[in-house]
């Protein structure tokens, strides 16, 4: 059946029955039953008498065959497991990656019904409107220098977004995208690993496409990229330029032996975080003021209360804007 689609995306015009059916060598009841299946899925296929079928295309399709083609990625994103509904992503790859699968795996979901972000807070993810996936990763790196694969997400999404959109969105450290201030972009690293060993690292990035409305208690902070420009953008396009920026911060990361230094510079460029007022949420909370990124990726905050000098690591806190 997709070869009948290749054959129809190949030829963009009309193509009979009749001509299909010999280019695959089966007959015209088989290339029937394969359009109609074809429309089951989604695929809007037009049938002209004495013309023959023609496929339409448009960027709605949003499955793992349209992701994966033209998808220029040589790992990430091979291969892509695509749900219509599911719990969460990350969980999916989970499972994934624990029956062995390889690096570069991901879990792509129309919907998530129990998307989370971190500490189990939830995440929206209603159908139709953003990408949400996960990407399975396989580095050798410590348990403890893993959040470096949160920053190096971010980096690869703001890269992904301001290539396809024109837009200019900021990264507030460690985990999230903003645009105009509000939430665009939750990244979600949970990992697989013993004291000293990772055994597979998890990212999951969630990205509100063509949202056009959030529900009550969300609507102050999260936006999507059809709020802030009016335009709607195709999620598939998205994903795979993320795909594309993500795998060749990775490579360089995994040449650099996982050290953030060659990132800081391009990280620091895109983050709002710094020079802001915070107030960080670890093990314990306190007021501070961002001052810098550390070579490591760690924030380096003057805490309010005793004006000392304190590095806060991404693993343990949120930050929240503002006194
Ligand atoms: P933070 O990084 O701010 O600590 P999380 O990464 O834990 O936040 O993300 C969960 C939070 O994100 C939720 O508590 C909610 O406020 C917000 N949120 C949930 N769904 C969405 C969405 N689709 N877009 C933007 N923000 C969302």
Not at 89 to 110: K, Y
Request: include cysteine; charge should be neutral; aromatic fraction near 8%.
């Amino acid at each position: 059946m997709y070869r009948i689609l290749e054959i129809l995306r190949r030829e963009q015009g009309f193509l009979s029955g009749e001509d299909v059916g010999k280019q695959l060598d089966i007959s015209r009841a088989a290339v029937w039953k394969g359009i109609k299946k074809l429309r089951e899925e989604g695929y809007e296929i037009e049938a002209v008498t004495n013309k023959g079928y023609r496929l339409i295309l448009h960027d709605t399709m949003y499955n793992e065959k349209e992701i994966s083609q033209g998808l220029l990625t040589k790992k990430i994103g091979r291969p892509i497991y695509f749900y219509k509904e599911t719990d969460t992503t990350n969980g999916r790859l989970r499972d994934l990656a624990l029956e062995g699968s390889p690096e570069g795996t991901i879990a792509v979901a129309e919907q998530m019904t129990a998307g989370r972000g971190r500490r189990g807070r939830p995440w929206e993810a209603p159908a139709g409107t953003g990408v949400w996936m996960s990407i399975l990763l396989r580095p050798s790196i410590l348990p403890s220098e893993a959040s470096i694969l949160t920053l190096l997400a971010g980096l690869a999404v703001c890269q992904a977004l301001e290539e396809d959109t024109g837009m200019n969105p900021q990264i507030k450290w460690p985990n999230d995208i903003l645009l105009n201030g509000k939430k665009l972009v939750g990244i979600l690293t949970e990992m697989h690993c013993e004291m000293q060993e990772t055994h597979f690292l998890i990212v999951g990035i969630g990205i509100n496409v063509n949202t056009t409305e959030f529900p009550e208690g969300l609507r102050d902070v999260a936006t999507s990229l059809y709020i802030e420009s009016g335009r709607t953008f195709s999620r598939k396009n998205i994903l795979q330029r993320v795909l594309l920026n993500f795998e060749k911060l990775y490579d360089e990361l995994m040449k650099a032996h996982c050290s953030f230094k060659p990132f800081l510079s391009r990280y620091k460029e895109k983050c709002i975080t710094i020079h802001q007022d915070v107030k960080v949420l670890g093990k314990e909370t306190f007021y501070a003021h961002a001052q810098d990124i550390t070579e490591d990726g760690e924030l380096v905050v003057i805490r309010k209360d005793t004006g000392k000098r304190e590095v806060v690591f991404s693993g343990e806190v949120s930050i929240r804007g503002g006194k």
